[in-house]
């Protein structure tokens, strides 16, 4: 690959192909691997390669990278129904593939040091808890990364850092893109041990005196001066290069949560007419009226988290492509993902009260989608009571309580 040409997706092409679709298709995969997945700690093989065949990873990538520009809308609802049959793979998969169509976005001196096959992926980890100083001849990078999502399928790593000057002086800020492999600078370490969303793989990057070369060192500021000054990237420009930064991740994270719970909605109401209540009057759940009625509030809390997550997609796929979104626009959609995440919660605890004790078998999916949805809900991205405060401080015309987002103004 050359300095001047850009990745390309593999075998399918995806234009021709509704990623969605191809999702339904892997259901019945999903399925059949997700306890293996779970035991693991990683998307299994057979599913891996599955996806990886179907091109669904390079779907979002930018039309000058070789793809088609899809909206965000449909990279979430791809991902949702990937995660109705297992929720931890369809993690890994949602920020792999967003991380990945990302980075081919950037300009063609970081992207030709990435792909050179043009189907590497890339994990990353916002926070920065690490460190990149400038040398004579790049950066050295050091630090630690928790909650790596998809790192033992990524090539690399995209991860947050504080830059810094020999004398260890902040100058900037931004990301690190570190090889997985190949340098024994950078381990990953086994620490994903939880209850739910296992498939996610989401371990500890390590970086202990790592080389990188500039250009793979991504400084904000020299990327905010580059957007505004070179008229070449200002001629390529699409509609996702003025997608705000701030709502993506909590849009990709919740989309799993989202998958989640529809899959459980369709194992319960599957099971209900053939499930008998001990001890009671009834053939079935499904001639019970309460438990009917409880299936009914858990769609509808499912119903309605989706009205919350097409709402904020809608600012990002139609509206900032066509002007700059307000931090207070941003708030609401960061308290819709937020208040999305609740209903989603609100909806699989009810679901399980239906299901009942024969729910919580190890051998029922129905356990795994519970758990995955009551560990997943819980990201920092997606709490919900600070999210209510930022939106009511945003509508009393308060400063902001979220780092990522300084502005809630109108």
């Known amino acids: 690959m050359t300095r001047d040409t850009q990745p390309s997706a593999p075998n399918v092409h995806i234009d021709s192909h509704s990623p969605i679709d191809i999702a339904k298709s892997l259901y019945p995969l999903l399925m059949e691997q997700a306890d293996q997945s779970e035991q693991s700690g990683q998307i299994s093989p057979k599913l891996f390669k599955s996806l990886h065949d179907s091109g669904l990873f390079q779907m979002m990538f930018p039309k000058r990278a070789g793809g088609v520009g899809r909206e965000l809308i449909e990279h979430i ?36 040091r990435v792909f050179k096959q043009g189907t590497e992926l890339l994990c990353s980890v916002a926070a920065r808890t690490g460190t990149a100083t400038l040398t004579d001849d790049g950066f050295i990078v050091n630090g630690s990364w928790g909650y790596a999502s998809g790192c033992k399928h990524a090539s690399w790593a995209m991860n ?31 620490t994903w ?12 990057i390590v ?16 990327l905010r001066q580059g957007q505004s000054d070179d008229p070449a990237l200002l001629a390529q420009l699409e509609p996702r290069d003025k997608w705000p930064v701030e709502p993506l991740f909590p849009l990709t994270v919740l989309a799993p949560m989202l998958g989640a719970a529809q899959g459980l909605l369709k194992l319960v109401q599957t099971a209900m007419p053939k499930r008998k209540i001990i001890g009671w009057h009834y053939d079935n759940q499904a001639d019970a009226d309460a438990l009917v009625e409880k299936l009914g509030q858990a769609a509808l809390k499912i119903d309605s988290a989706w009205m919350h997550v097409r709402r904020a997609a809608n600012l990002v796929d139609h ?17 819709d993902c937020s208040h999305a995440m609740a209903l989603v919660r609100q909806s699989a605890q009810s679901l399980m009260d239906i299901a009942g004790p024969g729910g919580f078998a190890t051998s029922n999916p129905m356990q795994r989608l519970w758990r995955d949805i009551n560990v997943g809900s819980r ?32």
Not at 193 to 204: E, F, L, Q, R
Not at 207 to 222: H, M, N
Not at 382 to 404: M, Q, V
């Open 77 to 112: 609802e791809t991902v949702a129904e990937l995660a109705q049959g297992d929720p931890g793979s369809a993690w890994a998969f949602g920020l792999l593939s967003s991380v990945t169509a990302s980075t081919a976005s950037l300009p063609s001196d970081v992207t030709s």
């Open 160 to 190: 947050g850092v504080t830059i810094q000057d020999p004398t260890g002086s902040v100058i900037d800020y931004g990301f690190a893109i570190m090889p997985l492999s190949g340098d024994p600078a950078v381990t990953i370490k086994d």
């Open 319 to 335: 509206e900032s492509p066509r002007r700059s979104l307000s931090g207070f626009e941003k708030a609401q959609m960061q308290a």
């Open 193 to 204: 041990h939880v209850a739910g969303v296992c498939a996610s793989g989401s371990n500890t």
């Open 379 to 410: 990201h920092n991205a997606l709490n919900s009571h600070l999210s209510h405060l930022l939106y009511g401080r945003a509508l009393l015309g308060d400063s902001s309580n979220l780092e990522l987002l300084n502005d809630i103004s109108r």
């Open 207 to 222: 970086a202990d005196g790592l080389k990188l070369d500039a250009p793979l060192v991504l400084q904000f500021s020299k």
